[in-house]
């Protein structure tokens, strides 16, 4: 789907945060197709014998590192990227990580912790008991935004950036809308599994080669990111079924933070396993869905836990 | 997964919203199996030749008729009912309105609309060019709530009630917090198919027969309803992959609104349909995630549309 890359950006050139004053490393005309060499999301500081107490020296103004920009030819404000992945290639090193203050229950785990895996790329990631089935892709893609200065790289905006967003993987198509000539597309925080909403704040983070190909919409005019899935986004997942917990009331992030919370204690009861690992695992694997938003004055979120992991 | 019911529990057994001093149609023992007549959540007020004029005749004090309740010997409040879904029979006939000052997007769409749909039970139900694969469920299931006097039929519950989860389906097991003596269990407003947030309001409305065998787990303590799912549940949907929007910002609700109107846009666009339409559709079959709910201050909520039901 996409063709063999024309160039290669390596993982040294990156940047941190976003800029619209950063210079680009490459220009390309719409339709080149690139392999990006992207870091994990704390650019290397962990490695395989790295332990919790590896979390507390973490330099949080070097997480996120994004390989790029890249300056499209002819891109102008109001056309759209069009971001269509290719292939990946993990490194078969990852790491999820608790980070205090940082995550959906922050406040209910305030003590650092750290799992690094180590796979096999194209088999199941392996915790204790628990087969995680892997989907690559990137966590964050995006552009760089009209505002002037220096922007953190953690909010995702309307260009794009930290979406985490599980299903921009192998076949999918992005459209990302431009706010500066050029758009300035930078892509990075490759994770190799991670559930809809990403609940521990972390994935299973891991650096990893990526080939896109970069087009341009003129005129495309979007409010928001958009995107296509070349087929189903939850096979990997779902032939076992799923443990789903739920929460009811007028807040969906309140909502979102009682299903979750109700997931730790079933699997923690369950299997055994320490609240924290079952939260971090459930981060790599969980969904998180809205099953009713017009019943005022209660919604539901529910949390689906695919049974396969821990079957 | 069901027995042969003992009981059948008729459409006439009904009661409009929730009050536990409902007295009970039937006690029954633990375990047993019952076969319940629901009523589409109009009570019927619809039929075959019914236009939107007919929405506005809607009485909303007879909206939501649950059938039931039953009592179940030795329920106590900490304990759960534990209902298993056996098969569901659906009429065939249903219902899609648009109901004014009721949905996700009231304030953009505030005139009333209806889709009668007719459909062979099985097969996919037309409306134009689109074709939505069918997935029975149970809209509203749940218990009498412990606080006396009436309350409302719309919101859900801890007991449950309205809960819309599109996954209560046939071989799902549902576990629901006892509140009172007998539990005092009732069911309705089946749906013969929905997405993820039911984003419109209703979904493809339908009497149906379904089977559920109600048992007890005593000293459950849930504080929340949770689920089991036998298998995969976006099957049906999955197979052509989905166009996705997203909404990117501080508050999952205005997230949720902004998704949903990119993608009403998206579909009246390219397929031609009048946008209240798109609207309507998209709540039968389009689910809402959140992808990402860690990356502060902002968060990303995603629409997919299943590209099958337009291919």
Not at 7 to 19: A, E, K, R, S, V
């Amino acid at each position: 789907m996409c063709d063999a890359p024309h160039y290669t950006i390596h993982n040294h050139q990156m940047h941190y945060g976003w800029d619209n004053a950063f210079r680009p490393v490459q220009t390309i005309a719409p339709g080149t197709t690139l392999l990006f060499q992207c870091n994990d999301a704390a650019g290397g500081h962990f490695h395989a014998g790295s332990t919790a107490e590896d979390v507390a020296t973490l330099d949080f103004s070097k997480t996120n590192p994004v390989t790029g920009p890249i300056a499209i030819d002819g891109a102008e404000p109001g056309d759209a990227v069009k971001v269509t992945f290719g292939g990946f290639t993990p490194s078969g090193l990852g790491w999820t990580a608790n980070i205090p203050g940082f995550g959906l229950l922050a406040d209910q785990f305030p003590d650092p912790a750290l799992k690094m895996w180590s796979y096999t790329p194209g088999t199941p990631a392996l915790w204790g008991m628990a087969k995680v089935p892997l989907k690559p892709f990137t966590g964050t893609i995006g552009l760089a935004p009209a505002e002037p200065g220096p922007h953190s790289i953690v909010p995702p905006r309307r260009v794009g950036g930290n979406l985490d967003i599980r299903d921009l993987s192998e076949g999918s198509v992005l459209y990302l809308p431009v706010e500066v000539a050029g758009a300035l597309f930078s892509v990075g925080d490759t994770h190799a599994a991670q559930g809809d909403g990403e609940i521990c704040g972390t994935a299973i983070e891991n650096a990893m080669d990526v080939v896109l190909t970069l087009d341009l919409v003129k005129g495309a005019n979007l409010k928001m990111p958009r995107f296509t899935t070349p087929g189903p986004v939850t096979r990997h997942l779902d032939a076992a079924g799923y443990e789903v917990t739920t929460g009811v009331g007028p807040d969906l992030m309140e909502g979102a933070r009682m299903a979750v919370a109700e997931m730790v204690e079933l699997l923690a009861a369950r299997h055994g396993l320490p609240p924290v690992e079952a939260y971090m695992l459930a981060s790599t694997c969980g969904d998180l869905r809205i099953s009713e938003i017009v019943d005022a004055p209660n919604w539901v979120v529910s949390f689906y836990f695919p049974r396969v992991v821990l079957a």
